[in-house]
């Protein structure tokens, strides 16, 4: 790796007098859209700032989270492998924070770093803006890890008929739907929990789902969470097939285009929750001069 290289994954905030600048941090970094979806909303919205990036060491998060605050840094997205370690460090969480149970959005005020966590918000916007209706549909949401619980809140929060958690084994499913029990009963919603070989069984899954969520890491590898057999339960075709990993149809996705499913990957949650972070140090009143639609149409040209 070139100097360069090196530099461009350290972002200081002390290089850029009179400039608030914002960073992403995660481990590897290099491959993140999000300092040019940042750059874009800043023009759109006339904002002086730099965006850059951080690669902190996998076990060093904090100290250079703190480091870029201490030199003036204003507030940091953050990603894989890190949405621990922010939940860890913010002195201050939001509810949905809380709720999320990880951060990925930090930033510094009156000597306080808060926490938030705005996947959740971000897949439900995309959802909404891609015409898919969430309130009284059945969705199903494929994986119980960080990214599962970081959008259950907002999911709950649409009142849809059904959410089903479904994982390779029950625990961390369970757990999620004790979790999100109350919420779900204020909601009207029935939470329930599924192995991912109970998908396959017509007795325990006997519908199919208006909306299938992948929340697992497997399009990475390509490889999907779901057997033939799961897949010719759950889909039909008027199924909407979202997989939150983005820039390449997965096998998931593949799986529901054999079924006739429409779907979708996870670059418009990307965008939509950078649009909420933007806000979050910006300000509210800045959400009518951005366009998370247009910069999302940028990136997929």
Do not use: C
């Not at 057999?229 to 990993?245: G, L």
């Amino acid at each position: 790796m070139s100097s360069t290289d090196t530099a461009s994954l350290h972002t200081d905030p002390s290089l850029f007098a009179g400039v608030d600048v914002y960073a992403v941090a995660g481990n590897p970094i290099s491959h993140s859209k999000s300092p040019a979806i940042h750059q874009r909303f800043a023009q759109q919205a006339k904002q002086l700032m730099h965006y850059g990036r951080l690669q902190p060491d996998i076990d060093s998060f904090a100290q250079a989270a703190q480091s870029f605050f201490a030199a003036g840094g204003k507030g940091m997205n953050v990603t894989v492998p890190f949405k621990l370690d922010a939940q860890n460090l913010a002195d201050v969480l939001t509810p949905r924070a809380q709720l999320a149970g990880a951060v990925n959005t930090l930033w510094k005020t009156e000597g306080k770093i808060f926490g938030d966590n705005t996947d959740g918000a971000g897949l439900v916007r995309d959802l909404l803006a891609q015409g898919i209706a969430l309130n009284s549909a059945r969705i199903l949401l494929v994986g119980a890890g960080g990214a599962a619980r970081g959008v259950i809140g907002p999911l709950l929060e649409q009142s849809p008929k059904s959410l089903i958690i479904a994982n390779r084994s029950n625990k961390k499913a369970d757990e999620l739907v004790k979790l999100f029990a109350d919420l779900a009963g204020s909601k009207e919603v029935a939470l329930e929990s599924r192995t991912l070989a109970d998908l396959e069984d017509v007795a325990k899954t006997q519908h199919p789902f208006d909306l299938v969520i992948n929340a697992t890491a497997a399009g990475l590898a390509d490889e999907s969470p779901l057997t033939p057999e799961a897949v010719a339960n759950i889909f039909v075709p008027s199924s909407f097939a979202y997989d939150m990993v983005y820039g390449k149809t997965t096998a998931f996705m593949q799986q529901a285009l054999q079924r006739g499913a429409r779907v979708s990957d996870g670059l418009g949650m990307l965008v939509e929750q950078a649009a909420d972070a933007f806000l979050l140090w910006r300000g509210a009143q800045l959400g009518s001069a951005i366009d998370p639609r247009a910069v999302l149409a940028k990136l997929r040209s």
